[in-house]
Protein backbone atom coordinates (compact mmCIF):
# COMPACT_ATOMS: atom_id res chain seq x y z
CA UNK A 1 0.00 0.00 0.00
CA UNK A 2 1.54 3.21 -1.03
CA UNK A 3 -1.11 5.56 0.44
CA UNK A 4 -2.21 6.67 -2.74
CA UNK A 5 -6.12 6.14 -3.53
CA UNK A 6 -7.86 6.53 -6.95
CA UNK A 7 -11.40 6.77 -7.65
CA UNK A 8 -13.05 5.24 -9.55
CA UNK A 9 -11.73 1.50 -10.06
CA UNK A 10 -13.23 1.54 -13.66
CA UNK A 11 -15.18 3.21 -15.36
CA UNK A 12 -17.45 3.04 -18.69
CA UNK A 13 -17.88 5.73 -21.32
CA UNK A 14 -18.99 6.50 -24.20
CA UNK A 15 -17.40 8.19 -27.20
CA UNK A 16 -17.87 11.78 -26.37
CA UNK A 17 -18.90 12.11 -23.06
CA UNK A 18 -16.44 13.85 -20.39
CA UNK A 19 -14.77 12.21 -17.13
CA UNK A 20 -13.35 13.10 -14.10
CA UNK A 21 -10.54 10.72 -12.47
CA UNK A 22 -9.49 11.55 -8.51
CA UNK A 23 -6.20 11.31 -6.86
CA UNK A 24 -6.08 11.58 -2.84
CA UNK A 25 -2.17 11.97 -2.58
CA UNK A 26 -0.02 10.28 0.38
CA UNK A 27 0.05 12.76 3.22
CA UNK A 28 2.58 15.45 3.18
CA UNK A 29 3.13 14.90 -0.72
CA UNK A 30 2.57 18.68 -2.70
CA UNK A 31 3.37 17.57 -5.88
CA UNK A 32 1.16 14.59 -7.94
CA UNK A 33 1.52 13.54 -11.15
CA UNK A 34 -0.87 11.98 -13.81
CA UNK A 35 -0.19 9.30 -16.47
CA UNK A 36 -1.97 7.11 -19.03
CA UNK A 37 -0.74 3.40 -19.49
CA UNK A 38 -2.56 1.83 -22.86
CA UNK A 39 -2.54 -1.91 -22.98
CA UNK A 40 0.96 -3.41 -23.51
CA UNK A 41 2.74 -0.20 -23.17
CA UNK A 42 4.75 2.04 -20.80
CA UNK A 43 2.82 4.74 -18.75
CA UNK A 44 2.97 8.21 -20.79
CA UNK A 45 3.24 10.94 -18.74
CA UNK A 46 0.16 13.48 -18.75
CA UNK A 47 0.98 16.50 -16.30
CA UNK A 48 2.43 17.24 -12.98
CA UNK A 49 0.56 19.41 -10.26
CA UNK A 50 2.71 21.10 -7.58
CA UNK A 51 1.21 23.34 -4.94
CA UNK A 52 -1.72 23.92 -7.05
CA UNK A 53 -0.31 24.68 -10.10
CA UNK A 54 0.02 22.68 -13.30
CA UNK A 55 4.02 22.68 -13.67
CA UNK A 56 4.99 20.08 -16.51
CA UNK A 57 2.66 18.47 -19.29
CA UNK A 58 3.25 16.08 -21.60
CA UNK A 59 2.32 14.85 -25.24
CA UNK A 60 -1.83 14.96 -24.68
CA UNK A 61 -3.74 17.47 -25.78
CA UNK A 62 -5.74 20.43 -24.27
CA UNK A 63 -9.19 18.09 -23.46
CA UNK A 64 -6.90 16.58 -20.74
CA UNK A 65 -7.04 19.03 -17.72
CA UNK A 66 -6.35 18.96 -14.55
CA UNK A 67 -6.95 20.49 -11.07
CA UNK A 68 -4.92 20.10 -8.06
CA UNK A 69 -6.85 21.39 -4.18
CA UNK A 70 -5.52 22.67 -1.09
CA UNK A 71 -5.35 19.69 0.37
CA UNK A 72 -3.26 18.18 -2.23
CA UNK A 73 -5.84 16.00 -3.80
CA UNK A 74 -6.35 15.87 -7.48
CA UNK A 75 -8.57 15.53 -10.35
CA UNK A 76 -7.98 14.77 -13.72
CA UNK A 77 -10.79 15.56 -16.55
CA UNK A 78 -10.96 14.62 -20.34
CA UNK A 79 -13.38 16.12 -22.40
CA UNK A 80 -14.92 14.71 -25.61
CA UNK A 81 -13.62 11.60 -25.12
CA UNK A 82 -12.09 8.85 -27.67
CA UNK A 83 -11.90 5.40 -27.86
CA UNK A 84 -8.30 5.63 -27.88
CA UNK A 85 -8.94 7.12 -24.55
CA UNK A 86 -9.59 4.06 -23.14
CA UNK A 87 -6.45 3.07 -20.84
CA UNK A 88 -5.04 2.81 -17.09
CA UNK A 89 -5.35 6.03 -15.44
CA UNK A 90 -2.60 6.40 -12.79
CA UNK A 91 -1.24 9.17 -10.34
CA UNK A 92 1.66 9.10 -8.54
CA UNK A 93 1.74 11.48 -5.49
CA UNK A 94 5.98 12.49 -5.31
CA UNK A 95 7.85 11.96 -1.94
CA UNK A 96 11.99 13.52 -2.28
CA UNK A 97 13.23 11.35 -5.51
CA UNK A 98 10.25 8.74 -5.27
CA UNK A 99 6.99 8.65 -6.56
CA UNK A 100 4.28 6.22 -5.04
CA UNK A 101 1.85 5.54 -7.84
CA UNK A 102 -2.05 4.63 -6.75
CA UNK A 103 -3.87 1.54 -7.97
CA UNK A 104 -5.21 3.27 -11.26
CA UNK A 105 -8.70 3.94 -12.47
CA UNK A 106 -9.29 1.71 -15.57
CA UNK A 107 -11.54 3.59 -18.02
CA UNK A 108 -13.35 2.31 -21.08
CA UNK A 109 -14.90 4.56 -24.14
CA UNK A 110 -17.02 2.60 -26.22
CA UNK B 1 6.25 9.57 -26.64
CA UNK B 2 8.61 6.75 -24.37
CA UNK B 3 12.10 7.34 -23.42
CA UNK B 4 13.86 4.39 -23.71
CA UNK B 5 13.83 1.16 -25.01
CA UNK B 6 13.79 -2.31 -22.72
CA UNK B 7 15.03 -5.60 -23.87
CA UNK B 8 13.99 -7.79 -24.12
CA UNK B 9 10.13 -7.44 -24.32
CA UNK B 10 9.34 -10.63 -22.73
CA UNK B 11 11.46 -13.33 -20.78
CA UNK B 12 10.78 -16.69 -19.50
CA UNK B 13 12.52 -18.35 -16.75
CA UNK B 14 12.42 -21.36 -14.13
CA UNK B 15 12.44 -20.02 -10.23
CA UNK B 16 16.03 -20.40 -9.01
CA UNK B 17 17.15 -18.56 -12.09
CA UNK B 18 18.40 -14.94 -12.27
CA UNK B 19 16.68 -12.55 -15.03
CA UNK B 20 18.29 -9.97 -16.38
CA UNK B 21 16.37 -7.03 -17.97
CA UNK B 22 17.84 -3.90 -20.03
CA UNK B 23 16.91 -0.36 -20.51
CA UNK B 24 17.99 2.09 -22.55
CA UNK B 25 17.23 5.75 -22.51
CA UNK B 26 18.24 8.91 -25.11
CA UNK B 27 18.65 12.75 -22.54
CA UNK B 28 20.20 13.52 -19.72
CA UNK B 29 18.42 12.33 -16.16
CA UNK B 30 19.09 12.83 -13.16
CA UNK B 31 18.57 9.69 -11.77
CA UNK B 32 17.18 6.14 -13.48
CA UNK B 33 14.45 4.08 -11.25
CA UNK B 34 12.72 0.77 -11.95
CA UNK B 35 9.15 -0.32 -11.28
CA UNK B 36 7.02 -3.53 -10.95
CA UNK B 37 3.64 -3.64 -12.08
CA UNK B 38 1.36 -6.97 -11.59
CA UNK B 39 -1.26 -7.34 -14.28
CA UNK B 40 -2.65 -3.87 -14.87
CA UNK B 41 -2.29 -2.57 -11.46
CA UNK B 42 -0.62 0.10 -9.41
CA UNK B 43 3.24 1.03 -10.15
CA UNK B 44 5.52 -0.36 -7.02
CA UNK B 45 8.86 1.44 -6.80
CA UNK B 46 12.04 -1.04 -6.46
CA UNK B 47 14.77 1.15 -6.84
CA UNK B 48 16.74 4.23 -7.76
CA UNK B 49 20.07 5.27 -8.84
CA UNK B 50 21.28 8.43 -9.23
CA UNK B 51 23.07 9.28 -11.63
CA UNK B 52 26.45 9.63 -10.26
CA UNK B 53 26.03 6.15 -9.13
CA UNK B 54 27.10 2.82 -11.25
CA UNK B 55 25.81 0.03 -8.96
CA UNK B 56 23.14 -0.22 -6.24
CA UNK B 57 21.84 -3.13 -4.60
CA UNK B 58 18.38 -4.22 -2.62
CA UNK B 59 17.74 -7.67 -1.73
CA UNK B 60 17.33 -9.77 -4.37
CA UNK B 61 18.02 -6.75 -6.84
CA UNK B 62 20.97 -5.46 -8.32
CA UNK B 63 20.54 -2.46 -10.46
CA UNK B 64 23.37 -0.89 -12.66
CA UNK B 65 24.05 2.23 -14.37
CA UNK B 66 25.95 3.20 -17.59
CA UNK B 67 26.00 6.89 -18.26
CA UNK B 68 27.96 6.67 -21.25
CA UNK B 69 26.11 4.44 -23.21
CA UNK B 70 23.11 5.58 -21.58
CA UNK B 71 21.54 2.15 -20.76
CA UNK B 72 20.92 0.36 -17.03
CA UNK B 73 20.23 -3.28 -16.53
CA UNK B 74 18.42 -4.91 -13.65
CA UNK B 75 19.25 -8.04 -12.55
CA UNK B 76 16.69 -10.38 -10.38
CA UNK B 77 18.75 -13.35 -8.60
CA UNK B 78 17.20 -16.51 -7.57
CA UNK B 79 13.85 -15.69 -8.69
CA UNK B 80 10.46 -17.11 -7.39
CA UNK B 81 7.38 -17.30 -8.88
CA UNK B 82 5.92 -14.42 -7.07
CA UNK B 83 8.28 -12.24 -9.04
CA UNK B 84 6.04 -12.45 -12.40
CA UNK B 85 5.21 -9.35 -13.24
CA UNK B 86 5.99 -6.57 -15.80
CA UNK B 87 9.33 -4.53 -14.90
CA UNK B 88 10.02 -0.95 -16.48
CA UNK B 89 12.36 1.42 -16.39
CA UNK B 90 11.92 4.91 -15.41
CA UNK B 91 14.06 7.78 -16.44
CA UNK B 92 13.57 11.23 -13.69
CA UNK B 93 14.89 14.72 -15.71
CA UNK B 94 11.99 16.56 -13.18
CA UNK B 95 9.34 14.11 -14.93
CA UNK B 96 9.35 10.08 -15.05
CA UNK B 97 9.70 8.72 -18.56
CA UNK B 98 9.05 4.66 -18.71
CA UNK B 99 10.22 2.42 -21.49
CA UNK B 100 7.98 -0.28 -22.83
CA UNK B 101 7.90 -2.69 -20.46
CA UNK B 102 9.78 -6.11 -19.88
CA UNK B 103 7.55 -8.89 -18.86
CA UNK B 104 8.88 -11.43 -16.55
CA UNK B 105 7.31 -15.02 -16.35
CA UNK B 106 8.95 -17.46 -13.41
CA UNK B 107 7.84 -20.78 -13.77
CA UNK B 108 7.80 -23.15 -10.88
Known amino acids: ETGVTQSPTHLIKTRGQQVTLRCSSQ?????VSWYQQALGQGPQFIFQ???????GRGNFPPRFSGLQFPNYSSELNVNALELDDSALYLC?????????FGPGTRLTVL | SQQGEEDPQALSIQEGENATMNCSYK?????LQWYRQNSGRGLVHLIL?????REKHSGRLRVTLDTSKKSSSLLITASRAADTASYFC????????FGQGTELSVKP
Open chain 2, 49 to 53: IRSNE
Open chain 1, 27 to 31: SGHNT
Open chain 2, 27 to 31: TSINN
Open chain 1, 92 to 100: ASRGGNEQF
Open chain 2, 90 to 97: ATDGGKLI
Open chain 1, 49 to 55: YYREEEN
